[in-house]
């Protein structure tokens, strides 16, 4: 009998400890404020370095919002959660945006007719900007515009970019067949970027791209 109390002591000692150990997880998740992010492949820049900040954001990010010109929306601007890939999970990535996509969807469709087009990213999905809002300066964002171009499938750029996508995005080698995905890659030609106060932060196309490039990442 002495047996079984103090088993049963023992048995609600270690319920108590792992709910008080819950509730001090719960507690501290709920006053955070921040968001959890996947585990960063590559350091977070200084913010002083504006064109690593830029692609560093870029290569850590796995989708943003693409934006389209509608024509069945009068010219509307049509924005759409896609994903991306810029370079392999762990490296730096080339920075030029691929996507997967296909015309059943309205953003290629729009972008086969009317190429002008911007990919809008952000920081905050990384988990890096704390208890920081998503519009604080300290928490960067980025808007890509250019053209959004249709990748030969036949190329060497398209087997780069299925790749590159692939690795990322895992399941998009299972999409079915019949939807006609494409290789698609954002030809930037101008960059909007704030990573700290002091509004928009200067910054061109070569700038960006130039930054450290491998010798991998070659002009297609």
């Avoid at 103090?6 to 108590?16: L, N, V």
């Avoid at 955070?32 to 820049?45: A, D, Y």
């Avoid at 200084?46 to 010109?69: C, E, F, H, K, M």
Wanted: aromatic share 12%.
């Amino acid at each position: 009998m002495v047996y079984i109390v103090k088993k049963m002591t023992r048995t609600s000692a270690i319920f108590k400890a792992i709910f008080l150990l819950s509730y001090l997880i719960m507690v501290v998740h709920l006053h955070c404020g921040c968001v959890e992010g996947r585990l960063l492949s590559v350091s977070k820049p200084d913010p002083s370095d504006v064109a690593a900040y830029a692609r560093w954001l870029v290569s850590q990010n796995s989708w943003g919002v693409l934006n389209t010109i509608a024509a069945d929306l009068g010219g509307a601007p049509f924005g759409n959660v896609i994903s991306f890939s810029d370079g392999m999970p762990g490296e730096e990535g080339a920075g030029i945006p691929y996507f997967y996509l296909t015309t059943l969807d309205p953003t290629a469709f729009n972008a086969l007719k009317d190429q002008r087009s911007s990919l809008a990213i952000s920081e905050y999905p990384l988990g890096t900007c704390g208890e920081n809002d998503p519009q604080n300066p300290t928490c960067a964002r980025i808007t890509l515009t250019g053209k959004l171009k249709l990748v030969d499938a036949d190329s060497k750029e398209a087997e780069f970019a299925r790749s590159v996508l692939f690795a990322k995005h895992p399941e998009m080698i299972d999409w079915p067949d019949w939807h006609n995905f494409q290789v698609f890659k954002l030809d930037i030609e101008n960059i909007f970027i704030v990573n700290w106060f002091g509004g928009r932060k200067p910054l061109t196309v070569d700038q960006y791209l130039q930054w450290k490039m491998h010798k991998s990442a070659l002009s297609w």
